[in-house]
């Protein structure tokens, strides 16, 4: 007899001994490789099932929701390494290096109730990343680093990766290989009259969007090459409405006003129209994406962004960009993850208060 999971954490397999009685049945369950079996309904590995009556010859397929207190022990104590947009649906995703564990592993927060505190004392090095297959590995001398940076200067040569490559006085062989395949040029929409421009990848698809935590986007042209797409970008980017960078400060204001995806879609499709006549170009034909799907489940509600904080807990809502976001009493709270990669970080299943400043609301 199998169980099927309706809430899980990658887990392999999960095998249901036969008895009489479903109170009494013992879960045998892989995860990530690791046997963990689960005698019983009790606090520290809790599970909700139907209830139903087996009998010993039964093939029986029972619905089962495995509680995330066995996920939330797994990466209890890890080196936090990014913040990320994976899988075919691009959910909200933690990639953490496990204390004791020799390789990353990824944690999906939407919907799960916890805790995270941050140590900033000492900061780590966040490995390195191979252009070539998309894999990514721990700095093999878990280097300790000034906390303006998140990356040894071994593992950043071994990934050879310098995303403002057109400033650089050289670019390094993996660097060459990457910028020789197609990136896409596309603008981004943050809020009313909040446009950026940028380039990405484009096999990486609406990921770059999502890290940025654009609310809506239009991919404008797929280029054979990072030069080409560059030389487009830097075009537009001296637009004085147009944006290159957007600081993550900045966006955050943004989150208390309504977003209306029409209108932004208008406001994309008609800048996207100045561009080709000023600058002769023939855009591909995409329609606007709006994307705050891809972050929460729920619409934003004026979150408190935990700006002098290292720590934060509730039910996580989602991710947008690399604010983490939960909700607390009705009260949705943010905390930026982007400054924090690189240090020791601490996950538990219980939640405490979430301390801040009272917002001061503006009546203009």
Request: charged share 20%; with cysteine; net charge neutral.
């Amino acid at each position: 007899m199998f169980c099927v999971v309706q809430d899980g954490f990658g887990v392999d397999d999960i095998r249901v001994a036969p008895c009489d009685d479903v109170d009494a049945i013992t879960l045998h369950m892989v995860y990530l490789g690791n046997l963990v079996s689960v005698k019983r309904p009790n606090r520290r590995a809790q599970y909700i099932m139907t209830q139903m009556k087996l009998n010993h010859n039964a093939s029986v397929v029972i619905q089962l929701s495995i509680c995330y207190t066995i996920a939330i022990t797994m990466f209890g104590d890890s080196l936090f390494i990014y913040y990320g947009y994976h899988g075919n649906d691009k959910a909200p995703s933690l990639t953490l290096h496990p204390k004791g564990e020799n390789s990353f592993k990824s944690f999906s927060p939407r919907d799960k109730t916890f805790s995270l505190t941050f140590d900033t004392a000492q900061r780590f090095c966040t490995g390195w990343h191979d252009l070539a297959t998309s894999e990514s590995f721990p700095c093999p001398d878990n280097a300790q680093l000034p906390k303006q940076f998140d990356h040894c200067r071994h593992c950043q040569n071994k990934t050879g990766f310098n995303p403002a490559f057109y400033h650089a006085a050289s670019v390094s062989p993996q660097q060459q290989a990457r910028n020789a395949q197609p990136h896409f040029l596309y603008i981004a929409h943050f809020a009313p009259g909040v446009i950026k421009v940028g380039i990405s990848w484009a096999e990486r698809g609406i990921s770059r969007l999502l890290d940025q935590g654009a609310r809506s986007s239009l991919i404008i042209k797929t280029y054979p090459s990072a030069t080409i797409a560059r030389q487009y970008e830097a075009k537009i980017a001296s637009l004085p409405d147009i944006a290159e960078t957007l600081q993550v400060k900045a966006k955050h204001k943004f989150l208390g006003r309504i977003y209306d995806s029409q209108a932004a879609a208008n406001e994309l499709l008609k800048t996207r129209h100045r561009l080709t006549k000023t600058f002769g170009m023939t855009p591909d034909d995409n329609n606007p994406i709006y994307l705050d799907s891809y972050y929460t489940g729920v619409p934003l509600q004026n979150p408190i962004i935990l700006h002098d904080e290292h720590k934060i807990s509730g039910n996580c809502i989602g991710m947008l960009g690399s604010t983490i976001l939960m909700e607390q009493d009705g009260q949705q709270f943010g905390l930026n993850l982007g400054d924090l990669t690189g240090y020791r970080m601490y996950m538990t299943s219980e939640t405490e208060a979430n301390k801040y400043q009272p917002q001061q609301v503006s009546l203009f």
